[in-house]
């Protein structure tokens, strides 16, 4: 018997069993009395957490029977974590929340709060925010709970159903996954709670406080806070004194990104800037099968230096409610971060397919099910005489009937019908919003701005300075975007200070101020996380991965967190980003394969991201103003990749000859100059007949010499500079190759994974039917000093594998 207490049917009983066994009180409670003499709840207030905690339990139950014909995809539930329906009470509705899987009560109960206030309770909090007073008492915790009956979360639960079945008219994802979010409950949906979103949570609570601080200046002044201008203009989507609430698992604290989010909390509050973020670890002692040994996630969580420890056993819902708005009021008080470690219980296994019996053992699931925090819930109700057992029981019914009431109703919904309808949220691209966004910020730099503009340049503007490198080009590029974009921030490891390794943000300190432009701790996963934070509140982030291969400790949060948000919000939630990155190889003599590294199929791979790859110092600039455009007006995920070699290189064919530069154009030329994404660029060298080269980055420079030795030998080339590798520019790749029907494609990045396999791919599919051949880069990491010429392209061998094409 105890070894199936875990199935549906046996948790059902068991509750039922509880209520039928609960003794009355001697008196009845008026409900709008404290639940008990000195309880921060009244009687009605616990009969809406039980209210909330009884629609999660009973979605979880009808996730079980979904699944049971089919018809349910989606079975990771809540039973046991109801306890979290009291934190959701402590918290404002305005609140942001990142919120892990088994946050379910979490959510009906922030549902329902919403629906239950006027509608202009959340402007009248964005308004009525003002600094806080450090040696105030405690402020009273959330808003009130809302008014019980199953009608104040049958929005909620329609939601969660519909997550369940994948029907396309879920309000956040569109029937792409089962999460929970929306918009107008401040829910930030999360795809995997394991960890992967607490560096975004701390990068929201770094730019919930940046702005909160940029609006009590501007209420000084009258101004108050407006973030950008033009098509990406908008404003800071919470209240100034918001706090951001986080919430993950037990087993999560071991996760390397869940380490990195909280040290990074710790090191800015240590730094004395603040970090506005509850951290809410919802610990059942188990990661699926595997045990958190026995206090380990206290010690863990307690351990971490900057973020104060609040605990609470989710059992019991007025202590858990007393401790969550007193995390809650000393975050909002204090800006700094902390975590409240809340007990739970485990109930129904970790999913559909689970078998407790095969590591747990009967008397741990019966002390589990002693643990309820439902039964609890209701156990409180009755013994302080605000309900019976008989009334709970019905209202307990009545919710389960409507749920399989909107279950039935919801299975008959549309879903995704067609790919296309799938990736329509993914990324959406608007090149002609975008060049109208070019456009104007170019109007404004020689209209209105042109006097800021002057004098941030110290009143020598770059297109005066004469020819540029690759890296002036850039930094000029990013001064202008800062200009044109207030709400955008530049950081990374030595972008501030020291002006980056290579000199591309020298000065833009001095220019902008530390708030904008600003050094991180070492740790390419948070600089992102902070990067991803910093877009959800409005911001413009601008965050920089010091080497290419640094980022690959990373990259999760480019691919499962960045990526994902459009695609998993249909576009409510938009984190705009553009990462710059210094990366591929040939600084000769120095570094190895980590300040070489030519991998790039990782960025590829992740769909919707924007991977841009100047080579000259005409294209930096204009492709770098393509980007942040796109980011402010599509959303857009941008990487950035600059060829650290191409830096500071002036020359092509000759030392001395400078045409390795360019000049930086006025603002009245970026119109013109403007390069969209996913357009190639292409070098005419003789006739350019014979011959085509698709190649990037290094081998731009590399094409073009050996272009101009066959221009010698009487063979007109064509070279295809893709600029963009994703997307990749395959119309221009498909004229340009048809043009000559020979193409050489020229790869820095490695033969196996590289880009022009997928160059190759592009021609296929086209139909291209001329001769095609490739020089990469060898199948290895690249090594010190003059070893690497053995594994990387050179211009001859691009020479000669022209010859050889031509031959054929």
Same mark, same amino acid.
């Given at each position: ?15 039922? #069993?509880?209520? !039928? *066994?609960?003794? %009355? +009180?001697? =008196?009845?409670? &008026? /409900? @709008? ?48 974590? #109801?306890?979290? !329906? *009291?934190?959701? %009470? +402590?918290? =404002?509705?305005? &609140? /942001? @929340? ?52 199953? *009608?104040?979360? %049958? ?654």
């Amino acid at each position: 018997m105890l070894s199936d207490v875990t199935t549906p049917q046996d948790l059902d009983d068991r509750f039922r #069993e509880t209520l !039928a *066994a609960l003794p %009355a +009180a001697e =008196r009845r409670r &008026d /409900p @709008a009395d404290p639940v008990t003499d000195d309880a921060p709840l009244t009687g009605a207030q616990v009969l809406d957490l039980f209210d909330a905690q009884v629609t999660s339990r009973q979605l979880d139950l009808a996730g079980r029977w979904l699944r049971s014909f089919g018809e349910g995809f989606y079975t990771i539930g809540s039973a046991g974590h #109801e306890g979290n !329906a *009291a934190v959701a %009470a +402590a918290l =404002r509705p305005t &609140d /942001p @929340a990142l919120l892990h899987y088994r946050s379910g009560a979490f959510y009906c109960l922030r549902a329902a709060q919403v629906a239950d206030a006027p509608a202009s309770d959340a402007a009248d909090a964005s308004a009525s925010a003002v600094e806080p007073d450090p040696a105030a008492e405690p402020e009273p915790a959330g808003s009130e709970p809302p008014a019980g009956g199953f *009608a104040a979360y %049958a929005d909620a639960a329609r939601d969660v159903l519909r997550g369940m079945v994948a029907s396309s008219l879920d309000p956040i994802a569109g029937g792409r996954h089962k999460v929970f979010g929306r918009a107008d409950l401040a829910i930030v949906p999360t795809t995997s709670t394991i960890a992967s979103h607490l560096p975004r949570a701390v990068g929201m609570g770094l730019a919930v406080e940046r702005l909160r601080r940029l609006d009590s200046a501007g209420r000084r002044t009258g101004a108050g806070v407006r973030l950008g201008s033009g098509a990406g203009a908008t404003h800071a989507p919470w209240p100034p004194d918001a706090i951001v609430v986080c919430s993950f698992g037990d087993a999560s604290v071991n996760h390397a990104s869940a380490t990195a989010a909280f040290n990074t909390a710790g090191w800015y509050d240590h730094a004395g800037l603040r970090i506005p973020v509850l951290f809410v670890c919802e610990d059942n002692g188990l990661g699926i099968s595997v045990r958190s040994p026995e206090g380990w996630v206290e010690t863990t969580l307690r351990a971490k230096p900057g973020i104060r420890y609040f605990s609470a056993d989710g059992a019991d819902p007025v202590r858990t409610y007393e401790v969550a708005a007193e995390a809650a009021a000393w975050v909002r008080r204090n800006r700094r971060p902390a975590v409240l470690h809340l007990r739970t219980v485990r109930l129904m296994g970790h999913a559909g397919a689970d078998a407790e019996s095969a590591y747990r053992s009967p008397a741990e699931l019966a002390e589990d099910l002693d643990r309820d925090p439902v039964a609890a819930t209701a156990r409180l109700l009755v013994d302080s005489g605000v309900a019976t057992g008989e009334e709970l029981l019905a209202r307990y019914d009545e919710t389960g009937w409507q749920v399989r009431r909107l279950a039935e109703e919801v299975l008959g919904e549309p879903k995704l019908a067609s790919a296309a309808d799938v990736v329509s949220a993914l990324a959406p691209r608007r090149p002609v919003r975008v060049a109208r966004a070019v456009a104007d910020a170019a109007a404004r730099a020689s209209g209105p701005g042109a006097g800021a503009r002057a004098e941030a340049f110290g009143g020598k503007p770059p297109e005066l300075a004469g020819p540029m490198t690759l890296a002036q080009s850039i930094n000029a590029a990013l001064a202008d975007g800062m200009l044109d974009h207030p709400q955008m921030a530049l950081f990374g490891e030595d972008v501030a200070a020291k002006g980056g390794v290579y000199g591309v943000t020298k000065g833009l300190r001095d220019r902008f101020g530390a708030a904008r432009v600003f050094d991180t701790l070492l740790d390419e996963t948070s600089v992102l996380g902070l990067g991803l934070g910093a877009g959800l509140a409005g911001m413009l982030p601008v965050p920089e991965i010091q080497y290419l291969a640094y980022l690959h400790n990373a990259e999760d949060q480019l691919r499962g967190e960045a990526a994902t948000m459009r695609f998993f919000s249909q576009g409510a939630f938009r984190n705009p980003m553009v990462v710059r990155v210094a990366g591929l190889a040939y600084q000769e003599g120095f570094g190895g394969h980590f300040h070489n590294d030519n991998s790039v199929a990782v960025l590829r791979d992740v769909p919707g991201l924007v991977v841009a790859v100047p080579a000259r110092p005409d294209d930096a600039a204009p492709m770098l103003r393509t980007c942040l455009a796109s980011a402010a007006v599509d959303g857009s995920v941008c990487v950035f990749l600059e060829p650290i070699a191409l830096y500071h290189t002036r020359d092509l064919y000759a030392d001395g000859d400078g045409e390795w530069l360019a000049g930086y154009p006025e603002p009245g030329g970026w119109v013109a100059g403007h390069v969209p994404i996913g357009r190639a660029r292409v070098y005419r060298v003789g006739s350019a007949d014979d011959l085509t080269i698709i190649t990037f980055g290094n081998g731009v420079r590399m094409s073009l010499r050996a272009a101009a030795v066959l221009a010698e030998e009487g063979v007109g080339t064509r070279v295809v500079d893709l600029r963009w590798l994703a997307p990749l520019p395959v119309a221009d790749i498909i004229r340009e190759s048809s043009a000559t029907g020979r193409v050489l494609v020229v790869d820095e990045t490695r033969r196996s994974g590289g880009v022009g396999e997928g160059v190759i791919a592009a021609l296929v599919d086209a139909g291209y039917v001329g001769a095609a051949r490739r020089v990469a880069g060898v199948d290895s990491f690249v090594p010190l000093g003059p070893a690497a010429r053995h594994v990387l392209v050179s211009a001859e061998a691009i020479t000669d594998g022209a010859r050889t094409l031509l031959a054929r």
